[in-house]
Nanobody, 116 residues
Framework: QVQLVESGGGLVQPGGSLRLSCAAS????????MNWYRQAPGKEREFVAF????????NYADSVKGRFTISRDNAENTVYLQMNSLKSEDTAVYYCNARFPPSDYWGQGTQVTVSS
């Protein structure tokens, strides 16, 4: 079974920080690109960040660039999303994603709520 399990979400004040984790199992994690997506209530799921298999290349949505950092630890089969300077507009369920064309695998999501 391919399994992706997100953790680390919660309630944080505007300007605060959270670090999300995604633990992967059931596939050869070290050779796969990994992504983070998010979905706010009433909105479509949107891309947040990408990281290459080795961690040498990253890409971010314009809305989070400069505030979020994606990283990975292939020895631990885990991808991370460090979120700083959080805004109310960052409130969403955050999902870890792995592409197995033509299929996608998703975690269950972790809720991030940014509110005072």
């Amino acid at each position: 079974q391919v399994q992706l399990v997100e953790s680390g979400g919660g309630l944080v004040q505007p300007g605060g920080s959270l670090r999300l984790s995604c633990a992967a199992s059931g596939f050869t994690f070290s050779i796969h690109r990994m992504n983070w997506y998010r979905q706010a209530p009433g909105k479509e799921r949107e891309f947040v960040a990408f990281i290459s298999s080795t961690g040498g290349t990253t890409n971010y949505a314009d809305s989070v660039k400069g505030r979020f950092t994606i990283s990975r630890d292939n020895a631990e089969n885990t991808v991370y999303l460090q979120m700083n300077s959080l805004k109310s507009e960052d409130t969403a369920v955050y999902y870890c994603n792995a592409r197995f064309p033509p299929s996608d695998y998703w975690g269950q999501g972790t809720q991030v709520t940014v509110s005072s």
